[in-house]
């Protein structure tokens, strides 16, 4: 049973540029949690989905950012016109059931994404 | 306001030596406190969860306290390894679960 898988694990984007973030959760798991972590700094909660929905972005800025969960595929944490401020490492995280109660939530290796 | 305040910030301890790192919340409502291990460019691992009814909780070296009353934990490590120098950072989940609240860590390096 693999753990959660990103990738890619670096990606590099000119500013202006679009950023795609993909994320397959454990298997089994239908619930993926979106992370942003700036340098020298703590995780930071963007985006909780399961299948097809959008649980609760509260941590997601207005602009420019989106995230899916499809039916079929990975989740996919999108970035547009991005600038040197997105640059950050971007961990996705899985659970098997909704809500952190007790439940287990594991962690990929996430995705460093570098804007130059 | 719900926070997780960690301390140290940083830590450099001996190998062979024990340690204990602090971890204070004010998340409400309390459903249940962990701690992560994060290597430097990978991401947290989990050492333990614990419940409101749970004082203590062990993981091999690691040992997890938890003082519900006063809203604090630590995580002790013993006899410690080069392998445990990382990142541990305190979590409460947040807003009946969806949402874990991360502490800023404190960075552990073990010298030989």
Known sequence: NAGVMQNPRHLVRRRGQEARLRCSPMKGHSHVYWYRQLPEEGLKFMVYLQKENIIDESGMPKERFSAEFPKEGPSILRIQQVVRGDSAAYFCASSQSGGYMNTEAFFGQGTRLTVV | ?112
């Not at chain 2, 460019?41 to 070296?61: A, Q």
């Not at chain 2, 604090?72 to 006899?79: V, W």
Request: charged share 15%; aromatic share 8%.
């Open chain 2, 1 to 112: 306001k719900n926070q997780v305040e960690q301390s140290p910030q940083s830590l450099i301890i001996l190998e062979g030596k024990n340690c204990t790192l602090q971890c204070n919340y004010t998340v409400s409502p309390f459903s249940n406190l962990r701690w992560y291990k994060q290597d430097t460019g990978r991401g947290p691992v989990s050492l333990t969860i614990m419940t409101f009814s749970e004082n203590t909780k062990s993981n091999g070296r690691y040992t997890a306290t938890l003082d519900a009353d006063t809203k604090q934990s630590s995580l002790h490590i013993t006899a410690s390894q080069l392998s445990d120098s990382a990142s541990y950072i305190c979590v409460v989940p947040l807003r009946a679960g969806n949402m874990l609240t991360f502490g800023g860590g404190t960075r552990l390096m073990v010298k030989p």
